[in-house]
Each structure stands twice: as C-alpha cells, then as structure tokens.
C-alpha cells in the first residue's frame, strides 16, 4: 500500500498556490502555498515571512498528514504576534545588551523592547513588514519565492539601508530551504535567522507539550549568558550537564525544569559551508527535521517564554514549553564583545545565510 500512494503521488507535479489574505497599509497580503510531489505542503505569508503551515504526510498513509508547526488560528493574530511564531527575524535576532552598540567611533541608540535591551530585531523588526514578493518558481523539482524588503537607515536604531531578500524553497527531496541575503550603504549590523516553533507530535492524537522528542545537536559547547538572557562572550562545556545534546536525547522533565533551556550552541567543526547541525524528531509519529546550516551557532529553545494561551490551529490552546526552536545564526551580541565582531556587515560585502530543513516521516524506524 506504501508503495502504491508513492506511485500515485510521483505523477503529481510540484504546485504553487497563491491567495489574497489582506491589505496592511496600502500593502497587499498573500498566502502563499507550495505542495511537492510527495505530498508535503508548506504555506507561509509575505507578512513578515510567517509560516502558517508545515504539513509532513504518514509514511504509512501519504494522505493523512500532521501539522508540525504551531500557529495562529487567524491571520490577525500574527500581525498582533509577540512570541516570533515562525517568522524571519532580523535586523538582528537575539537580545543586544542595554539596546545599543558602539561602531565606528558612535554609539547607536536602538529601540528597547525587552526590559532595557534590544530583542529580535526592535519593535517592528522584519516580522512585522509586508515582503514584496519578487518572484514565484516552480520547476520539476522545486518550487521558490523570493521576497524583498529594504530596510531605511536607522530604522529601529540600525545605521544603513539595507536590502534584504529571503527566499524559500520545498524541493522534491522534502527539503525546504531559506536562504537570506543582504546588502548595505553603509557599515551596519545583521544577522538573520527563522524561528520555527516545531512540534512533531503534531495536532492530531498525539498532541501534547514538547515532552518526549528526540534532539541531537553537533556542538559539545554553548555561549554563556547572564541573567538576562545576554551573552557574555564566554563559551562553556556542555559535557556531562543538561546542556549536552551532542548525541541523541530524549526530552524529559529534566531538561524542562527550571524554566528550561534558551541557549546558543557553537556548532562543531564550523568552516563556513552547509553541513548537519541539529536532528529533531517525534518517535510517536515519527516525524521530525534535520537541519543544516552554514551559520556558526544554533540557539535551542524549549519554549520557556511563551505566553500562557495561544488561539491555536486546529481548536488548541498552546501554552508554555509546546513547542521547540532551532535558529541557525551568527554568535549573539557579538559586537559588544572584544573577541568576535562576525555580525558587522561593511557596506562593500554581502551577508548570505542558508538553513535547510530536511523533513521527514520516517524517523526511528
């Protein structure tokens, strides 16, 4: 019977569906929608980059599928959105201590929206935009859109105006790709990144908390943090502590206690190209994600900070430590540290990032 709907789906071509949700100051709103041929679908807006959607099919039943991505029940819930619920981040994700850095002899004021530092790109960071959508591919293999957002100079307190443009692919291989570019007139700060809130128990007769997934993660070492949650620029062994998720392990209470985990790894053996960093999975339905990078860190979260009811899909009600990120990225408040100045951006380069998130449904078995 398996591979009977194999079959069925390998004559499907990959589509591309795109709807008209909204306007948002004179700007329009779209859905957009890709299906590949084995029946996974992912749907996201140009509103902020925010994915609404990542369906995986049953490796027993390729027509029955699981939503492993928490969201919103309604569009307008992600325009009011305050825990980053899928969406591109940046000018700059993580929190930048006191909300200001010094640069090139000045000292840049930026917009405090977490206690009185700087978090996730401002008030109205690039989750809070309407994309223009440049482009929408689709070939044999895979389908794209591009989307475009300049960024002026000093907004949020960020010197440039930068041009960004993130695009997203879902190939064949069950592979959907971000890749983000940026370009700017003058020496400025970014790095980007997603913010997927996975679950892979799904919304169906698995749903729970984030209890009982899988995660490996190729880093033995993390970025120190204060009480706030800000780097110190110092880096710790993860061996032997609740931190250490260099082999696979299984999530318990353990791990989620005390408020559980809001970290950035340092990748192993980081040289700048693509490779593995993290595996997440559900062993109830086998479904889960590898994901690479050619970033140098990767934060984890367990949900620690999320809200205490969320309007979800599906009729749920999400809540606290329901679901868990993997954000590939540069080191986090990096410029106010001596000894790594990576997310500098000078006006004669170009910033790039790719994270590949391989899906898939049939892991552990």
């Known amino acids: 019977m398996k591979k009977y709907y194999k079959q069925i789906f390998s004559f499907y071509r990959m589509r591309i569906k795109k709807e008209k949700i909204t306007n948002i100051e004179d700007r329009q709103v779209y859905k957009i929608t ?6 996974y679908v992912i749907s996201f807006y140009n509103f902020g980059g925010y994915i609404n959607n990542i369906l995986i099919p049953y490796n027993h039943n390729l027509y029955e599928h699981e ?3 928490l969201g919103y029940r309604n569009f307008d819930e992600y325009i009011t959105d305050r825990s980053y619920l899928n969406c591109i981040v940046g000018r700059v994700c993580g929190r930048i201590a006191n909300a200001q850095f010094s640069f090139n002899d000045h000292l840049y004021e930026l917009s405090s929206n ?5 978090l996730h790109g401002g008030r109205f960071g690039f989750n809070k935009k ?7 591919d689709e070939n044999s293999e895979e389908t794209s859109c591009e989307l475009h957002y300049k960024s002026p100079h000093l907004e949020e307190g960020y010197p440039g105006n930068l041009e960004c443009r993130t695009k997203y692919m879902l190939n064949d291989n069950n592979e959907f790709i971000i890749q983000f570019h940026a370009t700017t007139d003058y020496d400025t700060l970014v790095n980007l990144t997603n913010h997927n809130y996975w679950n ?3 919304h169906k007769k698995f749903y729970q908390k984030i209890l009982g997934h899988y995660l490996e993660i190729h880093s033995s070492s993390y970025c120190e943090i204060d009480k706030n949650f800000i780097s110190t620029g110092k880096i710790n062994n993860a061996n032997e502590t609740k931190y250490d998720f ?18 950035c790894y340092v990748v192993e053996e980081y040289d700048g190209t693509i490779k593995k960093i993290a595996t997440l999975y559900s062993d109830k339905t086998k479904m889960g994600v590898q994901i690479l990078s050619d970033q140098p860190c990767v934060q984890f979260y367990t949900g620690n900070m ?12 999400y809540g606290y430590q329901h679901a868990l990120c993997l ?11 001596k000894n790594i100045k990576s997310s500098v951006l000078l006006k004669d380069r170009q910033y790039a990032s790719t994270i590949v998130m391989r899906l898939g449904n049939n892991f552990d078995e």
């Not at 890709?34 to 029946?39: G, P, V």
């Not at 309407?130 to 482009?135: F, K, N, P, Y």
């Not at 999320?306 to 009600?317: H, I, P």
Request: aromatic share 14%; glycine share 6%; hydrophobic share 30%.
């Open 306 to 317: 999320m809200e205490q009811s969320y309007d979800g899909k599906f009729n749920k009600n």
């Open 114 to 118: 977490d206690g009185q530092h700087h």
């Open 200 to 202: 892979f128990h799904g």
């Open 130 to 136: 309407v994309w223009r959508i440049d482009s929408l």
């Open 34 to 39: 890709f299906t590949n041929k084995n029946n």
């Open 67 to 69: 939503d492993v991505l």
């Open 246 to 263: 260099s082999s696979f392990k299984k999530i318990n209470n353990y791990e989620l206690e005390d408020n559980g985990i809001d970290l």
């Open 327 to 337: 954000e590939p990225q540069l080191f986090p408040n990096a410029f106010n540290q």
